[in-house]
């Protein structure tokens, strides 16, 4: 005897009943919003050498300029505040390390393809 069931149902939907699609735009930034910026050990021993402390306001708009770069496609990205200037893994939103602002002129930036500019 098999006693092992084998029926496939089909599901029940009314014909004149159209699906209404949730708003995934919504929700890609809810997921953005809750993607914080990561600091790597490297930067945060930066940071602290050189004294360079930001607002969770400044925390704030630098995590939604990396969205807009990512969105454009950079990678790595030199971004320039106030007081400091990090570089940023747009992607993962990882800092990877952190200068003072006094320290900009004398530095040649390499791999990096976007720089944010933040008033």
């Not at 914080?36 to 050189?50: G, V």
């Not at 402390?53 to 300029?65: G, I, P, Q, T, V």
Request: hydrophobic share 35%; net charge neutral; glycine share 2%.
């Amino acid at each position: 005897m098999d006693n092992r069931i084998h029926a496939y149902h089909h599901p029940l939907v009314p014909k004149n009943i159209k699906v209404q699609q949730s708003n995934s735009s919504h929700f890609a930034e809810v997921l953005k919003q809750q993607q914080k910026i990561e600091i790597s050990k490297h930067a945060s021993d930066r940071m602290t050498q050189r004294n360079i402390h930001l607002s969770d306001a400044d925390w704030n708009k630098m995590n939604e300029k990396l969205d807009q770069a990512k969105d454009k496609g950079v990678k790595e990205s030199l971004v320039i505040m106030d007081e400091a200037a990090f570089i940023v893994n747009a992607e993962s939103k990882k800092v990877i390390t952190a200068l003072d602002k006094s320290e900009l002129s004398s530095k040649i930036f390499t791999n990096i393809n976007g720089t944010i500019v933040m008033d």
